[in-house]
């Protein structure tokens, strides 16, 4: 997979000079001006998310969308915001999580969600294989009931996987007897959450977890190859 | 080389597009749904990738033209779209579209592959 993303900091550099001198001519800005922005700005909204920088459009949406008086001081946040991106800033880490259940999916990506955390989600044995086969993850979450494979199997393909050596594995699993425990110590896992299992301790377990992965120096900011 | 035609009005996307697809196609490129279909029948490429949020006349709008126009109605059609709703995929394919790759291209592969795949599929039938 060619990384795109040069690409697209080429194009935003050209952004940040439009924006610059709509806003440099001084406030408060005109009504050419302002149009000018929420025309930067829309453009940017639709290509930020396509090229996997959804904090642009997100930013370029605030200024599209702001009422006059605030379109001059959300362009200025979408500037740093650009910037952040012209400068590459730290490569954020990439966290996978596995489950099949869409709503279990949903809720942690939500708490999961953080500054510097690229997150991926797999709902299959399949999917799981071949993003782990991409490699630069700093940290799986892993569902053991899969229906197309078997959480224990994947578990050992990690560990089997030199790129993982160090790579925490949280596992959750609605499997709570001491030998299901046991089986995921033995396989490597981290830690383990019963299912129905508490979000924040989940998301307080990621968090330690990275900083204990940053602090070793491995699969931080790793990209992740096809 | 063969050629595809590309209707997105974000420079920036085609941009994107260009650079994922010009090694492998020759690629008309159009900012707008009007100006689409006119060269789409002046020049008909052999397939079209096409945004579905365009200003004035959408993508969906500009599938129907094309559908309805027999010269050029059985050109696979591609849905690029940021719209990532359960069902969506049904409901792009039902209204007729050949296929449906979703925002963020940040895997070229996949568009890569749908638009293989549809090329193929056309030169079996051929």
Known sequence: MTDLKPLYRQAVVVRIAEIHAALDAGEPVSAAREQALRSIAHSLRGSGGTYGFPEVSTAAGAVEDAPSHDVAANARELLLVLDRIVSGGPKPVNVLIVDDDPEILLLLTTVLSGDGRQLHTANSGASAMLQFDRGGFALVVLDLMLPDADGFDLLERIRHDSRYDNTPVLVLSAKTTAATKEKCEKLGATAFFEKPFDPDAVAAAVVAQLVRAADIGDGIGDDIDA | ?126
């Open chain 2, 1 to 126: 080389m063969t050629r595809i035609a590309l209707v997105e009005d974000n420079p920036d996307n085609r941009l994107l597009v260009h650079a994922i697809l010009e090694d492998l196609f020759e690629i008309d490129e159009y900012a707008g749904g009007a100006e689409a279909l006119v060269g789409i029948r002046t020049h008909p490429p052999a397939l079209v990738l096409l945004d579905i949020s365009l200003p004035v006349m959408d993508g969906t709008e500009v599938l129907r033209h094309l559908r309805a126009d027999a010269d050029i109605a059985s050109l696979p059609v591609i849905a690029l779209t940021a719209h990532a709703m359960a069902g969506d995929r049904e409901r792009y394919l039902d209204m007729g579209f050949d296929a449906y790759v979703t925002k963020p291209i940040v895997d070229e592969t996949i568009l890569i592959g749908e638009i293989n795949r549809l090329l193929d599929g056309n030169r079996e039938t051929v």
